[in-house]
């Protein structure tokens, strides 16, 4: 896709993208309404348009949209997302996790595109642990912090591994040069779908803090979801405490922070991170703004 005048008008655009980083979280407008899309089969697929950078652009409506698994759409559903015009669909789940749950159900025309982040292992092996019915091995598992810290180390993980790296980038990449709108998704659609759309949304120059609030309302849509998965364990027999659950069930501040920390600690920060860690040179993002900012 060409660049357009926006992108060419020098490269203080795409330096402004990468040092939002620093810039202080209070200097913004009052972000817009996010535009979720109800289907029947997931509840977490939203557009990310409407958000508002630090120079009172806003990111396009349509462009981009992010999502959890979409293997249990309704023929409804499917049809809504034929509405969408999506061109591809980026899947960032493991094989275990597409195995168990089914491909993706999408309208004729869209390219399934399999981008597998690593979960390090946490999908199966919370299945092992329900499947157990062993209260005592589900709180040694679970219990304390322990759930919030398996969630860290797989945030830290996606700045460690270079695996994963790569295919973040590849994401941010195909986004950049996309002729359509393009979807990405994961299972819950909260955690390597939460880190891309963190990362896509400070490179086109949102705010940390809008970026972040974008990050934490998959808590919101999935928070209803969550509870009757959680009842229904309990009515199975297979947890005396499926509140254990809750800690890998949502996002929190500080598993977006332990990926921020380990970059800086990596990379020297966010910048380092884009820049060293995935590769995405000032071209590459000047053509996100340039396609996904107005």
Known sequence: MPLTRRALLSTTAATAALAVAAAPAAAHRPTAVRRHIPLQGAVNVRDLGGYRTYDGDAVRYGRVYRADELGKLTDADVTTLAGLRLTRAIDFRVPFEVQQNGADRLPAGVTPVARPVSDLGLYAQLLQIIGSR???????????????????????????????????????????RARGPVLYHCTSGKDRTGWTSYLLLRLVGVPDSTAKEDFLASNT???????????????????????????????????????????????GGLTGYVRDGLGLNWGVIAALRARLVD
């Open 134 to 176: 062993d209260p005592v091995r589900q709180e040694a598992a679970l219990g304390g912090d322990r759930g919030a810290e398996l969630m860290r180390t797989i945030y830290r993980a996606f700045v460690t591994d270079a695996a994963n790296r790569t295919q973040f980038a590849d994401t941010l990449r195909d986004l950049a």
């Open 221 to 267: 849509y999935r928070a209803e979801a969550d509870r009757r998965t959680r009842e229904g364990i309990r009515a199975l027999g297979l947890m005396q405490n499926p509140d254990l659950l809750i800690p890998v069930q949502e996002v929190r501040p500080d598993y977006l922070g332990a990926a921020l920390d380990q970059a800086k600690a990596d990379f």
